[in-house]
């Protein structure tokens, strides 16, 4: 499904750098993050261990990408991040005070507007939505696609789903957060 949804994006987004199988690797990925202005992970997401939020992480083709390592990463293109992994917007619910989340992570190292999931979600449900999202994001030919879009796009994505009669557990877990 990680192959259909990028397809998707490619399709959308002409000169996307695709990371897939043995490219998706920690540091490809860690230097991707700091090159480009938009980035979409489609790969499984983890919460932290109970009451360590900082080993939440993306799991890539070689180890995982943790929140702590975005968090140390410096990311000066930062603008999008869709998160297509299960729990990037969700923390440990024992952390007290602020919840701690790959999402938030995500946001705190310079994404200004970033999409992720509530828990877990279908490996169908990535290219579905993103499918949608995306051909909003590039619908006019007359302007370049701007990441404050971000969050009528996903409420574009989830419209359709719901209008196709995608049941609701399929799209109600994904989120933006920012701009």
């Known amino acids: 499904m990680v192959e259909d949804e990028s397809e998707n994006i490619q399709r959308y987004a002409k000169h996307a750098n695709v990371l897939m199988g043995p490219k998706a690797t920690r540091r490809a990925v860690l230097s991707g993050l700091k090159q480009h202005p938009w980035v979409h992970l489609a790969c499984h997401g983890r919460l932290g261990d109970k009451g360590q939020p900082f080993r939440a992480s993306f799991e890539l083709y070689d180890k995982p990408l943790t929140l702590l390592d975005v968090i140390r990463a410096r990311l000066p293109n930062a603008e999008f991040a869709f998160l ?76 359709a789903m719901r209008k196709a009669k995608v049941p609701i557990e399929h799209w109600v877990m994904f989120v933006h957060i920012g701009a």
Do not use: K
């Not at 297509?84 to 999402?103: F, P, Q």
């Open 84 to 159: 297509s992994a299960c729990h990037s917007a969700s923390g440990d619910a024992n952390t007290r005070d602020e919840n701690i989340h790959l999402s938030a992570a995500m946001q705190f190292c310079g994404f200004r507007s970033v999409v992720g999931t509530l828990w877990e979600m279908n490996d169908e449900d990535g290219p579905t939505i993103s499918q949608e999202f995306y051909r909003y994001m590039f619908r006019s030919s007359e302007r370049s696609p701007s990441f404050t879009d971000s969050a009528e796009a996903l409420n574009h994505a989830v419209r």
